[in-house]
């Protein structure tokens, strides 16, 4: 789905017109996606595990517009599909938001960005597949555990949806503060945010 993002380079993604309280978030999307980009996160191999960690989950999210008790569920059993990624859950987890009628499909197709940007554009280094490849590369081991993502700090335990929430919200501040002039709006950010704009993005 990052493909997407693309398409949106430029849009503003906080023009929201209902006259209700204001859901819009208060940090820009084209900052983050700046910022994940510099130096810290790149080149990959040499970002430090807790950089490419936010990196990915960042990413992540905002590839499969999932929510953050979903990506805590992710199985980090991947598989092909051509040049894109199939994620998918473990098998014991049942979202929230299940129901009869509806229920969330077990498996995520990840589209891989380089089909569709060049070698030497910007964008490149904002592609889920390449970064999700590396983190897990990064994160292997005989005895890993089954969830996707893994405590930083103690790679034998899942990382917890606490920890999750902390660094999108990490994420987004760190950005506000490398680029301070990139929006005069007060910043309050809410990790759910990144969910909403994945969806509007699928719109």
């Not at 017109?17 to 990959?44: G, H, M």
């Not at 970002?47 to 008790?69: C, E, H, N, V, Y």
């Not at 859950?89 to 589209?111: G, W």
């Not at 030497?120 to 969830?147: G, I, W």
């Amino acid at each position: 789905m990052l493909n997407s993002v693309l398409a949106i380079r430029g849009l503003d993604l906080n023009n929201d017109q209902r006259p209700t309280r204001d859901l819009r978030p208060s940090w820009n999307l084209d900052v983050v996606l700046r910022y994940i980009t510099k130096a810290l996160f790149e080149p990959l191999q040499l970002s430090s595990t807790r950089d490419l960690t936010r990196k990915t989950l960042f990413l992540l999210a905002l590839a499969t517009a999932q929510r953050i008790g979903e990506i805590q569920a992710l199985s980090h059993r991947t598989s092909w599909q051509g040049q894109d990624l199939l994620v998918s859950y473990l098998p014991e987890f049942i979202a929230t938001t299940d129901k009869d009628a509806y229920s969330t499909p077990r498996e995520l197709h990840i589209k891989r960005l380089a089909t569709v940007v060049g070698s030497k554009d910007v964008e490149r280094p904002l592609c889920s597949v390449q970064v999700l490849c590396h983190y897990l590369h990064r994160m292997a081991s005989a005895t890993r555990h089954r969830n996707l993502f893994l405590a930083v700090k103690c790679s034998s335990r899942p990382m917890s949806k606490a920890a999750i929430s902390f660094f999108f919200q990490d994420t987004i501040k760190s950005a506000r503060a490398s680029f301070p002039d990139s929006s005069c709006r007060k910043l309050k950010v809410r990790a759910h945010d990144i969910h909403g704009i994945a969806i509007s993005m699928l719109m």
